[in-house]
């Protein structure tokens, strides 16, 4: 677990990456600009992107005008399945929208419904950070059966694994299995995807605590050795979610969270989804 916003996790592989982001997630124009120029003010090294955002030009802009040097942060983009078929392209599509010289994770998005079409969207991720143009590979949304599917094929173990998680779906084989096998894994939607409202034993922890229901959601991601990346553009709420550090949840107080499980859930299904509402934009 990390004890403070900016500190760095160890990755399969050698690398590292800070346990804790700013997610990008349909933030755009110079409010996305303006809200990386100010987590990092706040400390935060990591920033969570996607060409299925349409916002990796503004991260990039962010990145570029933050006052930090290129290796002090942190920048994560993604693959869409529909690029599989031409993952080079959609590599050479996010080095040019972000403008940032190198990707320092890129992930697999989904894992589509064309095992040879991962495989060749693995294998291009792959050479890339061979190549340089990426410091460690990862996946997004990927089953345990599919990360192993990977590491059977290519005997390399993803770096990272985002997916859905949250005390509603928390995702307790995936939690497993990366543990064991040292992967990285990254909370996407961990303030129950904006549904905290209807959980009010966040709020009672969260009086007990003198802190928000948020911030109690995200200490239980961060008790959980989880990395996670909570989403705002709002100057006093980037503040807020990363004051995670000065308070610890007591045992009986995970275990009430965890007994909030019940598989409740919003993203697609990892072995369904195969992404053909986006394609690859042109230019």
């Known amino acids: 677990m990390i004890h403070a916003v900016g500190e760095k996790i160890d990755l399969p592989g050698g690398q590292q990456m800070s346990g804790f982001g700013l997610g990008c997630y349909k933030a755009q124009g110079e409010e996305l600009v303006q809200a990386i120029r100010w987590a990092v003010q706040t400390g935060y090294r990591m920033f969570d992107t996607a060409t299925r955002y349409l916002n990796e030009d503004q991260v990039g802009r962010g990145i570029r005008s933050c006052g930090l040097v290129r290796e002090q942060v942190c920048v994560v983009s993604k693959l869409w399945p529909t690029s599989f078929e031409r993952p080079q392209e959609g590599l050479r599509y996010s080095l040019r929208q972000l403008d940032i010289g190198y990707i320092d994770g890129y992930l697999l998005h989904w894992p589509g419904t064309d095992r040879e079409a991962r ?42 694994n985002q997916v859905e998680l949250h005390p509603w779906y928390p995702q307790r084989e995936t939690q497993a299995y990366c543990r064991q096998r040292g992967i990285a894994l990254t909370a996407w939607g961990p303030i129950f995807r904006g549904h905290i409202d209807e959980v009010p034993l966040m709020q009672q922890l969260a009086e007990r605590y003198h802190k928000s229901p948020v911030q109690v959601t995200l200490r239980w991601h961060l008790q959980k050795g989880l990395v996670v990346i909570p989403k705002s553009t709002n100057r006093e709420r980037i503040a807020e979610n990363a004051a995670l550090f000065d308070f610890a949840l007591s045992e009986t107080d995970m275990a009430a969270i965890d007994a909030l499980a019940c598989d409740r859930h919003f993203g697609g299904d990892p072995r369904q989804y195969d992404g053909s509402d986006f394609l690859l934009p042109v230019q």
């Not at 294998?123 to 949304?141: D, I, P, W, Y």
């Not at 192993?148 to 390399?156: A, D, N, R, S, T």
């Open 119 to 160: 495989f060749r969207a693995w294998e291009t991720v792959l050479e890339a950070v061979e190549h340089g143009q990426v410091r460690f590979a990862g996946v997004s949304n990927f089953l345990p059966e599919q990360i192993e599917e990977l590491i059977e094929k290519f005997g390399v173990v993803p770096a990272v």
